[in-house]
DNA sequence: AAAAATAGTGGGTGACTACCAATTATTGGT
DNA sequence: ACCAATAATTGGTAGTCACCCACTATTTTT
């Protein structure tokens, strides 16, 4: 793949070439050694951050459709690493919180993603590494 | 979306969002400002590069799979953008080249994804921008 | 001359994404 | 008590992406 320079002169080109590209690698490096999915890592992610949470708060906050949260909840209820009460101040909503598994298993893909983070940013000093984090974010509304 | 800052601390992370976001951007600019797909533009871009090629050639440089190159220089041929003649040094190739229109065309997208890049990466300096694509493309082997 | 390789073509798949509509249970507002 | 809104759920759809296989025409290799 040898790209034109045209295109190569294109940040946002060869940005979201690099995203996909990592991004598979994550999801890839995730899957087989955590059995873990993306958004399921990512739903982890955000109850270990902000605790307890109704399904349509969690979706919302990754900007997830309701009906695809359910699916994915159930993958996790399934796996053992959350589990979901009704809120009792609310009983529509439920009440989603990590089990020791799931803390676990985030804390497992947490080593995993910075290591395929390592790998695909190794061409970068850690100088350089923190100043991309920087524009990047900064860019990212 | 409110997302946790475990994934906001994850560069890949924020880095594929970013792509993804302005590649939409971009794409939807492109089809309707010059009626043209990414791809097709990529297309262009890679004839104006280097010159008339083989379909296959073309497909390659860009990793896009040759089943998917025909159908997209059948679009290309359809609207005049591109043309393909039989190489008489081997029969099986098509020597395809840009036609005047598809040259035009190729400039007008050049300046949208120009405005959109603008678009996309205001939050940034000139000199933050410029720094970016080095960063990105240092890791874009 | 036969066999292997290559360019292009057509038809198709599976994964993934991002939706949408309808339904049920529950709640809050009036 | 009634109505509108909300949370979760089910069962879809449409688009894109990155492939893969089988086939024809042509060229290269043996």
Sequence with gaps: MDLPPTLLAITTFVLHKVGVGSRRAVAARLADEAGLSLWQFAVLAT??????AAQREI???LGLDPSDMVRLMDELIGAGLAERDRDPADRRRYRVSLTPAGRDALERGRALVERVERETLAP??????????????????
């Excluded at 109850?47 to 307890?52: C, F, W």
């Excluded at 970068?124 to 509304?141: N, P, S, V, Y």
């Design 47 to 52: 109850l270990a951050d902000s605790g307890p």
């Design 59 to 61: 979706g919302g906050r």
């Design 124 to 141: 970068l000093t850690a100088d350089e590494r923190e100043r991309l984090h920087e524009l990047i974010t900064k860019i990212f509304r």
